[in-house]
């Protein structure tokens, strides 16, 4: 568990001190209908995700692999052929398009929704463990699948795909590569935050197509997206970095992710409702 387990405790703990610290009468306080509907929601389809089984749960992970691979196919084609990294950039949402349409779930997806619900009470800190876990190997199954596929199909893509898959593998361990992954576990967050304040298709689109452009185009450190990248490179045999590089790029990127998505969003936007968190809990026991 270690890092993300931390990170976890600590926004229960921030959350349950933030009531307990609520003067007395604190339910005759007003209340933000949209911002409770928000978090009723996200509870509800945690609890659904962490209860998952483990079939499911590597379907929809590996799915979501194919998905932002989709997107990756689309940069690598624009940016080859136009040598715009902002036009190749403006391509890539179709990859989360898929994301939201196909339902399907990327790792850093997983920070708020589930989160909220483990902080409300429902599940286990296994499970969710567990659901990042799977997740996240299911994403890079997925990727490592659209990598051969598309530098197999697309063999003049590959100096492009290495090209980009370096930059990711040798940003290092740093304090720069670690705020440009804070950053993208924020954008990544605030994104999944976005498309669950309403049920409506167009708002959704609008969040993923902003959001997932904007991930790109400051080229921020996103564990799968990267890695994704990084695996054409590596496949296509003009990388000029290794595997090893591929891991400790993983690593370093998915940890700065975790903090900037559950440390810098999901805890705010829990503080928004503890009492709605304490109600919850109250349910459950």
Same mark, same amino acid.
């Given at each position: 568990?270690?890092?993300?387990?931390?990170?976890?405790?600590?926004?229960?703990?921030?959350?349950?001190?933030?009531?307990?610290?609520?003067?007395?009468?604190?339910?005759?306080?007003? %209340?933000?209908?949209?911002?409770?509907?928000?978090?009723?929601?996200?509870?509800?389809?945690?609890?659904? %995700?962490?209860?998952?089984?483990?079939?499911?749960?590597?379907?929809?992970? #590996?799915?979501?692999?194919?998905?932002?691979?989709?997107?990756?196919?689309?940069?690598?084609?624009?940016?080859?052929?136009?040598?715009?990294?902002?036009?190749?950039?403006?391509?890539?949402?179709?990859? #989360?398009?898929?994301?939201?349409?196909?339902?399907?779930?990327?790792?850093?997806?997983?920070?708020?929704?589930?989160?909220?619900?483990?902080?409300?009470?429902?599940?286990?800190?296994?499970?969710?463990?567990?659901?990042?876990?799977?997740?996240?190997?299911?994403?890079?199954?997925?990727?490592?699948?659209?990598?051969?596929?598309?530098?197999?199909? %697309?063999?003049?893509?590959?100096?492009?795909?290495?090209?980009?898959?370096?930059?990711?593998?040798?940003?290092?361990?740093?304090?720069?590569?670690?705020?440009?992954?804070?950053?993208?576990?924020?954008?990544?967050?605030?994104?999944?935050?976005?498309?669950?304040?309403?049920?409506?298709?167009?708002?959704?689109?609008?969040?993923?197509?902003?959001?997932?452009?904007?991930?790109?185009?400051?080229?921020?450190?996103?564990?799968?997206?990267?890695?994704?990248?990084?695996?054409?490179?590596?496949?296509?045999?003009?990388?000029?970095?290794?595997?090893?590089?591929?891991?400790?790029?993983?690593?370093?990127?998915?940890?700065?992710?975790?903090?900037?998505?559950?440390?810098?969003?999901?805890?705010?936007?829990?503080?928004?409702?503890?009492? %709605?968190?304490?109600?919850?809990?109250?349910?459950?026991?």
């Amino acid at each position: 568990m270690g890092p993300a387990y931390a990170v976890t405790a600590r926004v229960e703990r921030l959350v349950m001190t933030s009531d307990e610290a609520a003067e007395p009468g604190q339910d005759d306080r007003p %209340r933000e209908p949209a911002v409770e509907e928000a978090f009723d929601r996200l509870v509800s389809e945690g609890s659904d %995700r962490l209860a998952r089984p483990l079939v499911p749960l590597l379907a929809t992970g #590996f799915v979501g692999g194919i998905d932002v691979g989709v997107g990756v196919l689309a940069f690598l084609v624009v940016d080859h052929e136009t040598g715009q990294p902002l036009l190749a950039a403006a391509a890539f949402p179709v990859g #989360f398009i898929a994301l939201l349409l196909a339902r399907s779930e990327l790792f850093t997806e997983n920070f708020l929704v589930p989160v909220t619900a483990r902080i409300a009470g429902r599940g286990s800190w296994w499970q969710l463990v567990r659901l990042w876990l799977v997740t996240l190997a299911a994403n890079l199954a997925g990727g490592i699948v659209m990598a051969a596929l598309i530098i197999n199909a %697309r063999p003049e893509l590959r100096a492009t795909a290495a090209e980009l898959g370096r930059h990711y593998a040798t940003l290092g361990v740093s304090w720069r590569s670690f705020l440009l992954a804070v950053l993208g576990g924020i954008i990544i967050t605030l994104l999944t935050r976005m498309q669950h304040v309403s049920d409506e298709l167009g708002p959704k689109l609008v969040a993923g197509v902003a959001m997932s452009f904007t991930l790109v185009a400051a080229q921020l450190f996103h564990s799968v997206l990267d890695s994704i990248l990084m695996f054409t490179g590596l496949l296509g045999g003009q990388a000029g970095y290794t595997w090893a590089d591929w891991a400790g790029a993983l690593g370093w990127s998915g940890f700065g992710n975790l903090v900037g998505g559950i440390g810098l969003v999901t805890s705010l936007r829990l503080l928004q409702t503890p009492h %709605r968190v304490a109600e919850e809990r109250d349910g459950q026991s």
